[in-house]
């Protein structure tokens, strides 16, 4: 068996997949959903949304598999992120010395055929969507072009999860920033006031409330 390599820009695709904040979250639809046509349309017991953490691989979404996670090292997606096209396939795992003796292959789930469309976030393969059957087989080209587009999908859901969490943090800073101005404000002994172009006072201070008799 062979371990898959790591790749170059190991620490910078960690970071990626770290951005999503997505590791050991609950099913959600989407991606269940995603999974379960992959499922459909290549015609494979095994489908999944698998993410390749430092030693582990996760599985977002999963159809057709009651694990939750297989150890990187006997793990075909962690071949796939390293390699140089889009997908990666393997079209009967027991002719393939990477795989012949794998864990996976010899015992279950069984993985003989696998193939794994490359996940990016921010330029680099985070992970997944791989489907998996328990006999040799080929995809078709219509069959391999609907599966980029359901990968895409999920870069697409990642992406979106990324951006979310990158708002929520510049909303905290902003509350932070905007409660320590108050504060100092507060704490000042001259008086601060808001006035609109009517001449209405709209905000005071402590100390000028306390000055204008506010």
Same mark, same amino acid.
């Given at each position: 068996?062979?371990?898959?390599?790591?790749?170059?820009?190991?620490?910078?695709?960690?970071?990626?997949?770290?951005?999503?904040?997505?590791?050991?979250?609950?099913?959600?639809?989407?991606?269940?959903?995603?999974?379960?046509?992959?499922?459909?349309?290549?015609?494979?017991?095994?489908?999944?949304?698998?993410?390749?953490?430092?030693?582990?691989?996760?599985?977002?979404?999963?159809?057709?598999?009651?694990?939750?996670?297989?150890?990187?090292?006997?793990?075909?997606?962690?071949? +796939? $992120? =390293?390699?140089?096209?889009?997908?990666?396939? %393997?079209?009967?795992?027991?002719?393939?010395?990477?795989?012949?003796? @794998? !864990?996976?292959?010899?015992?279950?789930?069984?993985?003989?055929?696998?193939?794994?469309?490359?996940?990016?976030?921010?330029?680099?393969?985070?992970?997944?969507?791989?489907?998996?059957?328990?006999?040799?087989?080929?995809?078709?080209?219509?069959?391999?072009?609907?599966?980029?587009?359901?990968?895409?999908?999920?870069?697409?859901?990642?992406?979106?999860?990324?951006?979310?969490?990158?708002?929520?943090?510049?909303?905290?800073?902003?509350?932070?920033?905007?409660?320590?101005?108050? +504060? $100092? =404000?507060?704490?000042?002994?001259?008086?601060? %006031?808001?006035?609109?172009?009517?001449?209405?006072?709209?905000?005071? @201070? !402590?100390?000028?409330?306390?000055?204008?008799?506010?």
């Amino acid at each position: 068996m062979q371990s898959p390599p790591v790749p170059p820009s190991e620490a910078e695709r960690l970071l990626a997949l770290a951005s999503c904040k997505v590791l050991d979250t609950r099913p959600e639809p989407e991606f269940e959903a995603i999974v379960e046509l992959a499922s459909l349309v290549s015609g494979c017991p095994i489908a999944l949304v698998s993410l390749v953490d430092t030693d582990r691989q996760w599985f977002k979404a999963r159809h057709g598999l009651d694990a939750r996670q297989t150890p990187r090292n006997v793990s075909f997606c962690g071949h +796939a $992120i =390293v390699h140089d096209t889009p997908e990666f396939i %393997v079209p009967d795992a027991r002719l393939d010395p990477r795989f012949a003796d @794998n !864990p996976l292959v010899v015992g279950e789930p069984r993985v003989i055929f696998y193939a794994g469309i490359a996940i990016k976030v921010a330029g680099h393969a985070v992970g997944t969507l791989c489907i998996i059957d328990h006999r040799p087989r080929q995809l078709t080209e219509e069959q391999l072009g609907q599966l980029r587009a359901l990968a895409r999908q999920v870069e697409v859901l990642l992406r979106g999860r990324a951006r979310e969490l990158e708002l929520e943090r510049t909303r905290a800073e902003l509350e932070k920033s905007r409660a320590l101005s108050n +504060a $100092i =404000v507060d704490s000042m002994h001259d008086g601060v %006031v808001l006035q609109e172009s009517t001449g209405q006072i709209s905000w005071s @201070n !402590p100390a000028a409330a306390r000055i204008l008799g506010l």
